[in-house]
């Protein structure tokens, strides 16, 4: 699998990151209100989940439409007013959601993925 950037990336991995992006996103948003880039730029400090605005803008679009974000106009220390992204109560549901099913879903695909445990040798009968 070539590695690289979101362009390169290989197509287990970029369907991985559409399935979860949403709810990171969410998370992003759980303790505070955010604006598109700082979004951007927190997903893009993981490394692994680094997306474009091309990516985050139509995503928090959609979000908005589902009623799982809700958006406010703030002033900027620096340049034009910002838009604010926060948790609707279906937001906060839907990422408590997928916060609980996260981990059986997670150990279910590692227990796939691991190797099997060697057969454990048994002594000799005597």
Same mark, same amino acid.
């Given at each position: ?31 505070? %209100? ?8 927190? !997903?893009? /400090?993981? *490394?692994?989940? +680094?997306?474009?605005?091309? #990516? ?20 900027? %220390? ?8 926060? !948790?609707? /109560?279906? *937001?906060?549901? +839907?990422?408590?959601?997928? #916060? ?27």
């Amino acid at each position: 699998m070539e590695q690289g950037g979101a362009d390169k990336l290989g197509k287990a991995e970029s369907q991985l990151r559409k399935g979860v992006l949403e709810y990171c996103v969410l998370a992003l948003m759980r303790d505070e %209100p955010r604006y598109g880039v700082e979004l951007v730029q927190a !997903l893009e /400090a993981s *490394g692994t989940l +680094a997306a474009s605005q091309g #990516t985050v803008y139509p995503l928090l679009s959609r979000l908005r439409r589902a009623d799982l974000v809700a958006t406010t106009w703030q002033e900027s %220390p620096s340049g034009p007013p910002r838009r604010y992204y926060r !948790l609707t /109560a279906a *937001g906060r549901a +839907a990422l408590d959601e997928f #916060t609980q099913i996260w981990p059986a879903f997670r150990n279910a695909v590692d227990g796939f993925l691991a190797p099997p445990a060697p057969s454990p040798i048994e002594p000799p009968q005597e």
